[in-house]
């Protein structure tokens, strides 16, 4: 994060809308009201390694939750999806597992998704219905559920606060490093603190099966207002990465608000939650990026000069899941005729002679033609871990969005295409 | 080519709509009517190198054009496409140079193309719109006219018969091998026959300006009915086709007709001229994925069980340009995950319960279950240089649609990454 270009949490206090926010520690426990554990219960074959989590909150909470476009959804997607719906948007506790992914294994797979969240409904004496369920890690493999009940029933009678590290671990699969992310939002009407935690980073491993975010609030808001934060937070951070441009079975991201600090959220003050919101999707979605697989840099693709934020973020998408694009790059190579050439075919009208090329604040490409003596320099640039990529489409609009991918290496290739059976 | 699942130049005669298809010798120039010459006139640095190449009517023919639909359009693409505009469709020449694209070169691209064709023109004695011109090779550099001019004059003094061989080797950049095909269409009126070639394959080096391909005949058609059979062919043939999800700023497809055979084509013996044209279309098109950027196998992605044409093109494509199929298929990992996860994430509506994948003719999911017991013996498939995937998606439609891919090698983060200034 050390690029001064890719927005991150802020370093320090900065004002926004009459909120300041401040980083903080805790990742997803962070917020008030909240409790979790994680422990190794066996799904994972390495000793100790961390696969089952829980988090509580001390009592019913708004909770939100989106979820997979994909058409094959996972057992825990789906009872999750049903779940908010059935209750309108009310949460007691959060189940995960990692290390097998639950999808694709029909009927067994809904059963052993509806156990996880009866059995932590019965420990925390709350409604089935109040409980949510995530799993990642293989796909087409059931669960072992001798393994996942008792460790369940271990994991809500371990329940403490200030455990938040330890959930963020046992969310990963092959991630590289653990994710987790707290801000504290200072507003006219008080301090609340906004959490998290996720995990990457592409179907990893043959049949690893995704993303998972959890984000966590004490501010008190209603399950309506949690839901359009979740969505509006989401745009433009969880749903502006891509690391190989596939979307996940198990692709799940939640959102659960205890209300522990006393701080009401209305549509005056919703300013500061979404802030707070953004600032920890926006951290949390940049690493999962960082950590994707074989992934040595990060690229901020900009297009400005657009007519609509969907024709910016059409164009910017192209670019970044352009494998020509993330190749170059892996290579330092400052080749501006990929990026011409990915723009023009992403089905947003433009005209290439009005449109620029910058790679690192570099000037590549202008008035139709090639700036090659900047070249050199744009290629020191991208010898670093952070590259940003902006495209002007100079259509007279001035809507602009950013996307955030990673290179492609050969260690992609090794990760992905190594003989699985 | 052994696989016998895969479509491509008949080996035997094969009656087709009252027509006999058999394969010929002489690519391009194998129909009557046509003359062409090439020669090493500079553009590449390596000497003796063929960089290009003139293909003549004896007299003014039919012809049309498919162009690439990239914003970013290259000079020469500009240039014929207008000139079979105001022809309407009718050209005595094409002249192709490989080494420098002539893309995002400005005025300066558009006087060099323009140049290109008139002095075809002078020199065969024709108009200048009935001259057509494609490039491809680097982007962003300028044409070397000084080398382009004597060439072009050279070649059109140099025009011969039986020199087809010559010109598919012009056209190629960094292609591992020259693609040209022909076949005899014997049909109750009369025989014709049916020559190309083309180029691939992606955008293979740092700047690379890709496909062209150049679809000859000495049948008598209509401009309007050449256009007609150039674009049903090339629907499931140069438009089903993907290595990397790219497309150029050059992709060039030409047809053109002497009339030589003296059989003319009507609305009765159409379909065996366009079985002609889809049977040298399918082996360039196919030949063009064999020699992808660092391909090792040729994929064959069938989707059957649709409800509508676009839909099984639209799942068919989704699974084949995804990275992570397509590192599994050069792991030779059968990895049914990834291609349901595929198909499920295209944007077509249907029940992964009632979907099947097949990988080399072998069964791995049904009913929403994986069949991995079947894994070793489509793994064994997958080490061979042809490999199937077919999917029903059991919508209870019965349409279906292939994709040619190649697989997704280390080599084409190497071929692509390596640093170039």
Redesign the interface.
Known sequence: MADASLPAVPSEAAPLGGATLTPAAGGATAPQGFTSAALHCGIKAKAGALDLTVLAADRAASAAGIFT????KAAPVLVSRRHLEQTGGIARAIVVNSGCAN????TQGMADAERMVSEAAAALGCDVEQVLVASTGV??VNLKMDKVVPGIRMATAALARGKGSEMAQALMTTDPFPKEQAVTVDTGSGRFIVGGTAKGS??IE??M?TMIGVLTTDAEVSPALLRRALHESARDTFNAITV??????NDTLLAIASGASGVAIDEKNYPALLEGMLAVSRALAIDIVRGGEGATKLIAVTVSGARTVSDARQVARTIA????VK??V?????????I??????AGV?????TATVHVGGILL?E????H?HA??QA?EHMKGTDVSIDVNLGTGGNVEATIWTCD???E???I??????
Chains 1, 2 share one sequence.
């Open positions: 476009t994909n058409l094959a999808a694709c294994t029909g796909i087409g592409g179907m043959p049949h099966a190989d441009g596939e979307c996940s079975t899941n352009s494998p020509l190749t170059a892996h290579g330092a190579d400052p080749n501006w005729g990929r011409v050439a990915a723009a023009g075919r009208p433009f005209d290439v002679d490409f008035n139709g033609l090639p090659d070249a050199p290629a492609l290496s050969a992609y290739v090794r992905n295409g190594e003989y699985r059976t």
